[in-house]
């Protein structure tokens, strides 16, 4: 079967680290990405995995282990602006398979 | 310049009704894609094309018909609606079905239909 698993939500202070967890069951796995999804708003790509190790992008960083069948986005410097959710999607054979999402919600 | 449009914006409607959403791509891509998004936020793949062909058809109740006139073009008909039709529709594209690689889609602003 294919299934994907992140935190529904999450809660983080202005300023502070947070780490997004995302594991996954699937068939015939190519790649991870990593959306992010502003209420009322389109999801929009932030990163994408296709081998093990850790993809660094400014203040966003993804990291991927295929053996684990585990990712994470990690959010440094956090912004009130990163209230927003984050899918993370594996592609299969042609498709995309999204997770249901995090909720992120920065505090000042 | 859009990328990615989708008309409506939004969407209202009786149950029983059939209504279309067109959408439309000018990044020159091969693939388009409808999702459907629920209350829940889940974002579940409907349909794919690539170079108008149909490649992707998700258990969607036949009263869902995707129409592509050219692969610029990928538009939603939907008859009979019905309650649980009620969601956030967004169409994307991608290069095109690449899989090894970098491929990521681009999201039209979707469409929130509500039946009544």
């Known amino acids: 079967g294919q299934n994907i698993d992140q935190p529904t939500e999450m809660t983080a202070t202005e300023g502070a680290i947070v780490q997004i967890n995302c594991t996954y069951q699937?068939?015939?796995?190519?790649?991870l990405f990593w959306y992010q999804q502003h209420a009322g708003e389109a999801p929009t790509f932030l990163s994408y995995?296709?081998?093990?190790g850790l993809e660094e992008k400014g203040r966003f960083s993804s990291f991927l282990s295929r053996s684990k069948g585990y990712s994470y986005l990690l959010l440094k410097e956090l912004q009130m602006k990163d209230s927003a959710s984050y899918l993370c999607?594996?592609?299969?054979?042609?498709?995309?398979?999204f997770g249901t999402g995090t909720r992120l919600k920065v505090l000042a | 310049d859009t990328a990615v449009s989708q008309t409506p914006k939004y969407l209202v409607t009786q149950m029983g009704n059939d209504k279309s959403i067109k959408c439309e791509q000018n990044?020159?891509?091969?693939?388009m894609y409808w999702y459907k998004q629920d209350s829940k936020k889940f974002l579940k793949i409907m349909f794919s094309y690539n170079n108008k062909e149909l490649i992707i058809n998700e258990t969607v109740p036949n009263r869902f018909s995707p129409k592509s006139p050219d692969k610029a073009h990928l538009n939603l008909h939907i008859n009979s609606l019905e309650l649980g039709d009620s969601a956030v529709y967004f169409c994307?594209?991608?290069?095109?079905?690449?899989?090894?690689?970098?491929?990521?889609?681009?999201f039209g602003p979707g469409t929130r239909l509500t039946v009544l």
């Open positions: 994307a594209s991608s290069q095109d079905l690449g899989i090894q690689r970098r491929n990521e889609q681009f």
């Open positions: 990044l020159g891509h091969d693939t």
């Open positions: 699937t068939s015939g796995f190519n790649g």
């Open positions: 999607a594996v592609t299969g054979t042609y498709k995309y398979i």
């Open positions: 995995n296709v081998l093990d």
